[in-house]
């Protein structure tokens, strides 16, 4: 996400009204060689929270319209009122496979975390990413790695029943804090089995080098949004920015264990079903 609002709904707010909607209906990669011949084919998903004014109206045709377009998976933000039986036939209808939830960190604490496994277990993904953590737990080092400390607690809660949680990244954690950045901070105290979800076009728009920090964790980077990042202009799809997608990638399918690439696009330069084809077409012609 590039901010934490967009439109006329907070992605905070979203979140909430998403883990609650779940609640009601609920009612590990290693480093990889760096040859060619070890390069993994990552296939491509789409985080939802990218038409969610369009699964508002009408899920079950954004979930089809999807998976005409050639992604491989959805990630979810929200559930739209609908059980995970429900979800997972959808899924299964249009030939998609869940390829992550974002789950408010409420979700995974105390009796919470058994319906989300169920839920999640229910729609076939095992990828529980937090998108989102208070401020404060940013603030000093110690904050940090105090959060990590929970986030090992609850994968180590989940990994019996097959999840991994992770957390991802916005721009403030690339800030500059104690001589290092509140991503250091935070993945040096994270086990290897949370997943680092790199969101490259929020980590470049707060001084966060993709490649810096995909190489500095190898094989912790499971799954990443792919989000363009462009200073001249903030409404460019994906390969029409600064980012350097070819090296990216390149570090992504040696060393980075990724799994999935997931599209992010939060901007208005096409209408948003539009805009997802043309940012799936663009890595196509990337030869993703």
Not at 33 to 51: E, F, H, M, N, R
Not at 213 to 221: C, D, E, S, T, V
């Amino acid at each position: 996400m590039a901010s934490e609002k967009t439109g006329c709904i907070s992605r905070r707010d979203f979140l909430k009204v998403g883990a609650a909607g779940a609640a009601l209906c609920a009612a590990g990669c290693g480093l990889l060689g760096t040859g060619d011949a070890a390069k993994q084919k990552v296939p491509i998903g789409l985080q939802l929270y990218s038409v969610r004014t369009e699964c508002e109206k009408d899920l079950p045709r954004v979930i089809s319209e999807v998976g005409k377009m050639g992604y491989a998976g959805v990630e979810f933000a929200g559930y739209y009122n609908r059980s995970a039986k429900d979800l997972r036939a959808l899924l299964d209808g249009a030939g998609l496979k869940c390829c992550g939830t974002h789950t408010g960190i409420d979700t995974l604490l105390g009796d919470n975390l058994k319906a989300t496994i169920e839920f999640n277990q229910t729609l076939g993904n095992k990828y529980l990413i937090v998108p989102w953590l208070p401020d404060e737990k940013f603030k000093t080092a110690e904050s940090c790695r105090e959060a990590a400390k929970l986030l090992n607690e609850i994968s180590e809660k989940a990994k019996p029943h097959g999840m991994r949680v992770g957390y991802h990244n916005h721009s403030h954690e690339f800030k500059p804090l104690e001589g290092q950045t509140p991503w250091d901070f935070f993945f040096s105290a994270a086990n290897p089995d949370v997943i680092m979800q790199f969101d490259t076009g929020n980590a470049l728009g707060g001084g966060g080098e993709a490649l810096t920090f995909l190489k500095r964790y190898p094989g912790r980077a499971t799954t990443v949004h792919v989000k363009e990042f462009s200073k001249a202009n903030p409404k460019a799809l994906i390969g029409e920015g600064d980012i350097e997608w070819a090296k990216v990638f390149e570090v992504c399918e040696t060393v980075g264990g990724t799994e999935w690439y997931i599209v992010e696009y939060e901007s208005d330069a096409y209408p948003p079903l539009e805009s997802v084809k043309r940012c799936l077409d663009n890595l196509r012609k990337m030869g993703k």
